[in-house]
T-cell receptor, first 111, second 114 residues
Framework: AQRVTQPEKLLSVFKGAPVELKCNYSYSGSPELFWYVQYSRQRLQLLLRHISRESIKGFTADLNKGETSFHLKKPFAQEEDSAMYYCALRLGGGATNKLIFGTGTLLAVQP | IAGITQAPTSQILAAGRRMTLRCTQD?????MYWYRQDLGLGLRLIHYSNTAGTTGKGEVPDGYSVSRANTDDFPLTLASAVPSQTSVYFC?????????????FGPGTRLTVL
C-alpha cells in the first residue's frame, strides 16, 4: 500500500542547530517525492521536490530508495524556519498529479 | 484573482445543515483537489477532479460531494454536516499530469460544526 510516514509530530531545535525532518514512504512504483511547508497564517506551498535536486532556503532532501526515505535537512536552523512541514508522494508517475501526504512535522526553532 | 481563492474564510455551522465551500482558480489548471487538515492526521484527500466534467473520490469522501462544471470552480458540499467534519479545508490545483507535479493551495476554510 502507498503510504507516507513522518514519525515526528514536533521537532524543537535551537537556532543554529542542524535539522532533520524524517520521511519514509511505501510505494510499489517509481517514487516522486516532495516537501511542502506551511508557515504561520500562510497557505501550504511547495518547498522542494526530489527530481530537482535543489536547495531551497538552505534545505535539501535526498531520495534514498534503499531505505525508502526522503529526509529534509538543513545544517543551521533559523527562527524563520519554524513551520509545519509535510512530505508528499506523487501517485501514478507522470499520469497524474495526485499526492498523498504524511501527517506533518511541526518544526519549532527556539532563539 | 491571483491563484486560488476559497470562501468563506471560516464558518460555524449547526449539525445537520447544508454547506458549500467555494474554490476558484485562475491558473487554467485542469486538476483540482479538496483536502481536509486535521491535527495528527495531516492532509487527507476528499475528492478530486482531473478535468472539467469529471470527479473522483479520494481517501475520505463520505459525507462530501463535489462538482466541476467548468475549469475554474470546484465547490465542495456537505449535505448534512456532522461534528466530525470540523476541520480546515484546503482546495488545490495542478496540471492534470506530467510536468513537475506541483500543487498550488488556497488559503483554507476553517469549518466548525456544532
Amino acid at each position: 500500500a502507498q503510504r507516507v510516514t513522518q514519525p515526528e509530530k514536533l521537532l524543537s531545535v535551537f537556532k543554529g542547530a542542524p535539522v532533520e525532518l524524517k520521511c519514509n514512504y511505501s510505494y510499489s512504483g517509481s517514487p516522486e517525492l516532495f516537501w511542502y511547508v506551511q508557515y504561520s497564517r500562510q497557505r501550504l506551498q511547495l518547498l522542494l521536490r526530489h527530481i530537482s535536486r535543489e536547495s531551497i532556503k538552505g534545505f535539501t532532501a535526498d531520495l534514498n530508495k534503499g531505505e525508502t526515505s526522503f529526509h529534509l535537512k538543513k545544517p543551521f536552523a533559523q527562527e524563520e524556519d519554524s513551520a509545519m512541514y509535510y512530505c508528499a508522494l506523487r501517485l501514478g508517475g507522470g499520469a497524474t498529479n495526485k499526492l498523498i501526504f504524511g501527517t506533518g512535522t511541526l518544526l519549532a526553532v527556539q532563539p | 484573482i491571483a491563484g486560488i481563492t476559497q470562501a468563506p474564510t471560516s464558518q460555524i455551522l449547526a449539525a445537520g445543515r447544508r454547506m458549500t465551500l467555494r474554490c476558484t482558480q485562475d491558473m487554467r489548471h485542469n486538476a483540482m483537489y479538496w483536502y481536509r487538515q486535521d491535527l495528527g492526521l495531516g492532509l487527507r484527500l476528499i475528492h478530486y477532479s482531473n478535468t472539467a466534467g469529471t470527479t473522483g473520490k479520494g481517501e475520505v469522501p463520505d459525507g462530501y460531494s463535489v462538482s466541476r462544471a467548468n475549469t475554474d470552480d470546484f465547490p465542495l458540499t456537505l449535505a448534512s454536516a456532522v461534528p466530525s467534519q470540523t476541520s480546515v479545508y484546503f482546495c488545490a490545483s495542478s496540471e492534470t499530469s506530467g510536468g513537475a507535479g506541483t500543487q498550488y493551495f488556497g488559503p483554507g476554510t476553517r469549518l466548525t460544526v456544532l
